[in-house]
């Protein structure tokens, strides 16, 4: 007997340790945590990043309809036979020399291949905006229905604790009965055996909803553990007053996976011109300043003339007179680098044309590649009709299946409480057995536990067909 208020009493005591654990937990709305979901999730931040780079991507090709100017400069030091970059002479020393341009490429016609591109990838921008939306719309709807699984789970977990203490009210008017040696001393030891199920049921209700508030978590991206909070949240049940054609024509106006994918087969029709340009020739003009230094270069000055003997001579009356002759002298004088640069100075300018003759097939392979992936893309757009109205008609159907048995459950729990009321009395005063009364009890626990999930199975469709309709 001590065994068993010992027991009692530990059981007590680590009930009241886990409510005063919940009470210091942070409680989250359901509007808190879908903004927790849109700031942390990692499946939609990949996303805003793929949205970004088609972003960048229609930026850049924008840019490409600019001309390109791109200037170069380069110095070094040469040793050695080379040729002087100056005189184009080959000498044998060593020189520092420099060299700088300045160069301009712009396409005036490519069969529009430049502009195209760009639209393709203004396309492909919008779509992945709308699947960026299509993404949140979608985490959303995932973070709700776990919110709302959740609180199943909880609902589940207090029907299940409320078993229990029925079931221990009704233990301690038999450990009564036993311990005075009245009654039927099975029902005792029935009722005991009872506990342990109810106690079980708890286990079982606590670990799915420790299941459902991690699934949460996950999408959430939160490592704090937390509560959920109702005392905002309407769980009416009400029918649903639209019909799958509503619901479907509000998808096909409002869902942004629709739009993605039309966006898409735009951008892959916009693919098919890219292609086509390859046939066309490019024309484009170009333009060039170039410059260049060498520390060889030199200026020489005239400095003056003086007589020097040629080694030449002429023999006059038989003598022999060296031939003389004038000779100017220059001083050397090194060019400096802004000199060199200043006239060394050269342009260039031009116009190119590229006619393409034959390129083994390339430019009409990728024409007919580029039309494989358009007829693909409505395919995908095809398909998506279909998965998306299928899936509509069965959530519908479901979600009216459950509505009825939402309605027929109240009923049986209604019946069965009554049912369970009359039992508990005739128990209790020894007129009936404890399988009627177990029986009885076990009817009413399991008709609220179907009760309870089948109303979050009707909460649960209505909020998918909302979100089809493009209500988040």
């Not at 030091?77 to 420099?98: A, H, K, L, M, Y």
């Not at 735009?266 to 520390?295: C, H, M």
Request: with cysteine; aromatic share 10%.
């Amino acid at each position: 007997m001590i065994l068993k208020q010992l027991i009692c009493a530990l059981f007590f005591l680590m009930g009241w340790g886990l409510y005063a654990q919940d009470l210091s937990l942070n409680s989250y709305s359901l509007d808190e945590c879908i903004a927790l979901a849109l700031n942390n999730n990692l499946d939609l931040k990949a996303t805003h990043l793929r949205a970004n780079s088609e972003k960048l991507n229609h930026q850049q090709s924008k840019a490409n309809l600019l001309p390109s100017v791109n200037g170069n400069f380069n110095l070094g030091v040469n040793d050695g036979r080379s040729i002087d970059p100056f005189t184009n002479d080959f000498i044998n020393q060593e020189f520092t020399f420099s060299n700088a341009g300045l160069n301009l490429n712009a396409t005036i016609f490519n069969g529009f291949r430049v502009l195209n591109t760009a639209k393709q990838n203004k396309l492909n921008r919008l779509a992945a905006d709308m699947e960026n939306e299509a993404a949140q719309q979608d985490i959303i709807l995932r973070v709700t229905l776990a919110y709302l699984q959740v609180l199943n789970a909880q609902d589940n977990l207090l029907l299940a604790k409320q078993r229990l203490e029925t079931t221990e009210k009704q233990l301690k008017i038999q450990q009564e009965f036993y311990e005075n040696e009245s009654g039927n001393p099975a029902d005792y030891t029935d009722i005991v055996a009872q506990k342990t199920i109810d106690e079980t049921s708890i286990i079982v209700s606590e670990s799915a909803l420790n299941n459902a508030k991690l699934n949460l978590l996950r999408l959430l991206n939160v490592n704090d553990t937390f509560n959920v909070e109702t005392k905002d949240l309407v769980l009416d049940i009400n029918p649903y007053g639209l019909s799958v054609e509503d619901v479907y024509a509000d998808a096909l106006e409002n869902l942004a996976t629709f739009k993605a994918r039309q966006l898409r087969i735009d951008a892959s029709r916009k693919g098919v011109s890219v292609a086509k340009s390859q046939f066309t020739p490019e024309i484009s003009v170009f333009g060039g300043l170039n410059t260049n230094y060498s520390s060889a270069a030199q200026t020489f000055t005239e400095a003056g003339t003086s007589i020097v003997e040629t080694g030449d001579f002429v023999t006059i009356n038989n003598q022999n007179i060296p031939v003389l002759t004038e000779q100017t002298s220059f001083d050397a004088q090194r060019i400096g680098f802004r000199d060199q640069y200043d006239n060394n100075l050269s342009t260039v300018i031009g116009v190119s044309v590229n006619i393409p003759l034959f390129n083994g097939f390339r430019a009409k392979n990728n024409v007919a590649l580029e039309k494989i992936r358009v007829e693909e893309s409505l395919l995908e757009l095809d398909r998506l009709y279909l998965d998306i109205k299928s899936t509509i008609a069965q959530v519908h159907f479901d979600m009216n299946a459950s509505y009825m048995r939402y309605e027929s459950l109240q009923k049986q729990v209604e019946a069965f409480q009554e049912s369970y009321r009359i039992n508990e009395i005739r128990f209790r005063n020894g007129v009936s057995n404890f399988l009627n009364y177990v029986t009885s009890k076990n009817n009413l626990d399991n008709a609220k536990l179907n009760l309870t999930n089948t109303k979050y199975e009707y909460i649960l469709r209505t909020i998918v067909l909302e979100y089809y309709r493009g209500n988040f």
